[in-house]
């Protein structure tokens, strides 16, 4: 397989992915809001601030956005073009990366893809932001499952099936490590203990990875801080957890250089194991209070760092300027 | 639906001056007598939507941000009856042997410019003669193994050649898309209506593709060379490479090693390329020979080819006969080199850089049509009888500038074609570009891409500039 592609398909899912995983927690946050009691935009910005701050996205926001309501967000976070990590950037990136490999994938796949970002560039920024549209949520959220349903049913299981897996799983490792750390800077903002808005704030966090109802078949319990941590960082079998898709990563590296999972071949696969001992055997008390929080922050760099190395290993190429290119490609037009 | 215009002044190819049917659209127009407007409607928004979704798009320059348009795509079939098509393939096969022979001729001893056929000052100055491959014995003697020639049909119904297109001709993906849109349109009807197959187009690329592997090598590896996916025609690249089943590359995922092979770039190491259909022009193909600054090229790729480790469609230096001056001594080649008069005849033509014809061209510049003589698509280009008198003026300025650069030809009315439009059924001026494959034989694909002019009067068909397609039935039979 040509490095490009491998790159491209890589990137492909990753976007997918990131899009699903943005719709969810603009999703799941705008309908805790609508439960809240006191609502005036300054309660709301405080509840969306720790979400910017955990994907990076905070200092962005405030320079593009004077106002700060609770349309003015999710309008950054799914439809502003500026903002690289939004929903229609990460669909239309992901489309991109389709496009330069579509003789590579199934043309369900493409279809997919196109016919999601049409649909996407018609809808209106201000009436989905504004309603709090399920459906729109709805929409994106499915297309994401239908892809990787068709990744899963007419792409052959091959080598770029494999890349495809490492940019999903890679992206939802670290979008979960991301919404824990959310709850981190909610920890942060409140004084007193609020036992009630506590709960609330981890059902929301369960509610963002899809894994409520999973969590609920483990703990019958109340729901809390600890359960949901080691539940979204080890649970061996629920597919969103941390350590199950670095485990799917694993799989899936393995299968493309062929060395058994108890070995390494490159530098992608040695960190890649390291990091799961570590998580694995983690001691239960780095799981809770204080330690938590830097346990997550070095999953979350070690992942950047093992993507790198995957990138050095299977994908390199020069790095070109797209926009120069791009003035090229169209000046060199053959007799049309 | 019954299809109802004045046919007007022109050669409609459905209809004669009488208004009745021509035979072989008998069968055709009976069928869409058969249908109502709403199914019609139905059909046709069926068609617009599946080559949205497929992606099966072109990109438009000139706005601020490059738009993906589809390709609009007019449901009446243009149809060619067998006698008229086995002429034109005559004609087309007979030209492309012509320019073959005289690229080989150019780029080695140049006899027909010593026995004073071609001009030397005309070759010298074509931009697109490379001395870079003087010499240089390219794989079976073939130069230009794909054609799109351009053509076009005057008044009287006589088909004329507007130009030849033996660099990257594109436009064949639309060939085979449109076909598939209207077997799926008229499913009972298509198979009884005796129109020859064009599917099998991209099996011919891949054998004469093979074909030039080199020193004829088995199963060679062979690859499509992209400009990438910001190019306009990058569709039909990905197009093509997956018909054939071959890998599509661009520039940065090959390279030329110390052994002077082409090698990609893969996720398991290096392997080698035999041959590239490359859907990049010349200038930008290799920065270590032509252009410096090109960033979608290959460096060292004129070297592997020189050395004979590449087999290159087509090959570098076609462009010297795709010049739009060139293009006027094509019947001379066709005389020199073969001994017969051209089936086709060429599009009358006056060549500024002649003292004579600069006047001439000057003094009636509102009443030709004035070409670039390198441009294609459509772009830089006068067509006097539609112009203000500002724009004739400016163009004749630019044409005193620099003679050799233009061309000027007797404005041709080309032929009308039933075409459904916001009004109905009204004539739209069309041409056609076929598609010739010259590998171990020379495949000319029955069929091509109808081109249709949609404004009304308009007679630019390019896509870029508000042109629509159409599938080109071309039949067993007559009728």
Request: glycine share 6%; aromatic share 10%.
């Amino acid at each position: 397989m040509l490095c490009r592609v491998a790159d491209s398909l890589f990137w492909m899912a990753r976007y997918i992915e990131r899009a699903e995983n943005t719709v969810r927690l603009v999703d799941v946050t705008l309908q805790t809001l609508l439960e809240s009691e006191h609502s005036n935009d300054e309660v709301h910005y405080a509840h969306w601030k720790p979400i910017l701050s955990s994907l990076g996205d905070l200092a962005l926001f405030e320079t593009l956005y004077s106002e700060k309501s609770n349309t003015e967000i999710p309008e950054f976070l799914i439809f502003n073009r500026e903002n690289p990590s939004s929903v229609i950037s990460c669909i239309s990136a992901a489309r991109e990366n389709a496009r330069m490999i579509r003789d590579q994938i199934s043309s369900e796949m493409w279809e997919v893809i196109n016919r999601t970002y049409l649909w996407l560039k018609k809808q209106d920024p201000e009436a989905v932001c504004q309603e709090a549209d399920y459906s729109f949520f709805q929409h994106i959220k499915e297309f994401s499952q239908l892809f990787q349903g068709l990744v899963d049913t007419t792409f052959p299981h091959q080598i770029g099936f494999e890349f495809v897996k490492i940019g999903a799983n890679i992206e939802r490792a670290d979008k979960t490590c991301r919404i824990l750390d959310a709850k981190h800077y909610m920890l942060q903002q409140t004084e007193v203990k609020d036992d009630a808005l506590d709960n609330a704030q981890w059902t929301a966090i369960l509610r963002g990875c899809s894994a409520h109802e999973a969590y609920r078949r483990v703990f019958v319990a109340d729901i809390e801080g600890d359960n949901v941590r080691e539940f979204l960082l080890r649970s061996r079998d629920f597919p969103r957890s941390v350590l199950y898709c670095l485990t799917r990563v694993q799989l899936a590296m393995h299968a493309i250089s062929k060395c058994p999972t108890s070995h390494f071949s490159n530098e992608a696969e040695r960190r890649l194991g390291q990091l799961i001992a570590k998580l694995n055997y983690a001691n239960p008390s780095d799981l809770n209070g204080k330690e938590v929080g830097k346990l997550i922050e070095s999953i979350e760099e070690d992942l950047g760092e093992i993507a790198v190395e995957i990138s050095k290993r299977y994908m390199f190429s020069e790095i070109v300027d797209p926009a120069e290119e791009a003035d090229q490609t169209q000046t060199s037009t053959a007799s049309a | 639906m019954q299809i109802k215009y004045d046919t007007g002044p022109f050669y409609d190819e459905a209809f004669d001056k009488q208004g009745t049917p021509r035979p072989h659209y008998q069968n055709f127009i009976e069928r869409l007598d058969e249908l109502t407007e709403a199914e019609f409607n139905r059909k046709r928004e069926a068609i617009d939507l599946s080559f949205l979704q497929q992606g099966i798009t072109f990109t438009v320059y000139g706005n601020q941000e490059s738009t993906e348009r589809i390709f609009p795509f007019d449901m009446i079939p243009r149809i060619i009856p067998k006698t008229e098509w086995d002429h034109l393939a005559l004609g087309l096969e007979q030209r492309l042997k012509a320019l073959n022979l005289f690229l080989n001729d150019v780029y080695h001893e140049q006899k027909i410019i010593k026995d004073g056929v071609v001009p030397a000052e005309v070759l010298n100055s074509s931009k697109h003669f490379r001395k870079e491959i003087m010499g240089l014995d390219v794989p079976r003697d073939i130069y230009i193994h794909i054609c799109g020639t351009d053509l076009i049909r005057d008044d009287d119904g006589q088909y004329l050649v507007l130009e030849d297109n033996g660099r990257c001709p594109s436009g064949v993906s639309y060939m085979i898309e449109n076909r598939q849109a209207m077997k799926r349109a008229f499913p009972r009807f298509f198979p009884k209506a005796g129109v020859r197959a064009v599917l099998d187009y991209p099996e011919k690329l891949l054998s004469a593709l093979q074909y030039i592997a080199p020193n004829g090598k088995r199963n060679p590896t062979v690859a499509v060379l992209t400009p990438g996916v910001y190019n306009s025609a990058y569709f039909e690249h990905c197009f093509l490479a997956r018909q054939m089943g071959v890998e599509i590359v661009e520039g940065r995922d090959l390279m030329v090693d110390s052994d002077d092979c082409v090698y990609m770039r893969t996720t398991e190491g290096l392997k080698q390329v035999d041959v590239l259909y490359r859907r990049i022009d010349d200038d930008f193909i290799d920065p270590e020979v032509f252009r410096k600054d090109s960033l979608l090229g290959v460096p060292g790729l004129v070297r592997a080819y020189k050395k004979g480790n590449l087999g290159l469609a087509n090959a570098l230096g076609t462009g010297v006969a795709d010049d739009k001056v060139m293009y006027c001594f094509v019947p001379d080649m066709i005389k020199y080199y073969l001994g017969e008069d051209a089936i086709l005849p060429n599009v009358e033509t006056w060549l500024p850089y002649r003292k004579a014809d600069l006047d001439y061209v000057l003094e009636n510049a509102d009443k030709l049509v004035i070409k670039a003589a390198n441009e294609a698509g459509g772009y830089g280009m006068l067509i006097g009888p539609h112009a203000t008198k500002k724009e004739v003026e400016e163009f004749k300025a630019k044409v005193k500038a620099a003679p050799r650069e233009f061309i000027a030809q007797t404005p041709i009315s080309l032929s009308r074609h039933p075409t459904y439009c916001d009004e109905g059924f009204g004539g739209r001026h069309i041409d056609l570009r076929p598609y010739i494959i010259c590998g171990e034989k020379t495949r000319i694909i029955p069929g091509g891409l109808t081109r249709v002019a949609l404004k009304k009067g308009s007679l630019v068909v390019n896509s870029s500039q508000g042109g629509g397609s159409k599938d080109t039935w071309v039949l067993n039979a007559d009728s």
